[in-house]
């Protein structure tokens, strides 16, 4: 069973940073691309960024370059998002999902998350 774990979530300060973490089991993760989407409430699931197998391609939405990073540990089977210089506007539930393509397309993605709440106060 095929189980994609997110944790890091929380309240923080405008300015302040967060670490969100994906842990997977049940897959070959190295076999899978990852990707972060977000969703805030009353609005659609939105891509965040996405990295490749090895790590060696990583593509993040505009609004987010700059101030997030994404990564990967294929030893530990999990996937990094690195939240830098938060802004209200970043608020939403954040989900890791893994695909066999390099997408930004949810349905794209065949496995998810059950998500991680991250909130900015300003």
């Known amino acids: 069973q095929v189980q994609l774990v997110e944790s890091g979530g929380g309240l923080v300060q405008a300015g302040g940073s967060l670490r969100l973490s994906c842990a997977a089991s049940?897959?070959?993760?190295?076999?899978?691309?990852m990707g972060w989407f977000r969703q805030a409430p009353g609005k659609e699931r939105e891509f965040v960024a996405h990295i490749s197998w090895s790590g060696g391609t990583r593509y993040s939405l505009e609004s987010v370059k700059g101030r997030f990073t994404i990564s990967r540990d294929n030893a530990k089977n999990t996937v990094y998002l690195q939240m830098n210089s938060l802004k209200p506007e970043d608020t939403a539930v954040y989900y890791c999902?893994?695909?066999?393509?390099?997408?930004?397309?949810?349905?794209?993605?065949?496995?998810w998350g059950q998500g991680t709440q991250v909130t900015v106060s300003s």
């Open positions: 049940g897959l070959t993760f190295s076999s899978y691309a």
């Open positions: 999902a893994a695909s066999t393509v390099l997408s930004d397309v949810p349905r794209q993605y065949v496995y």
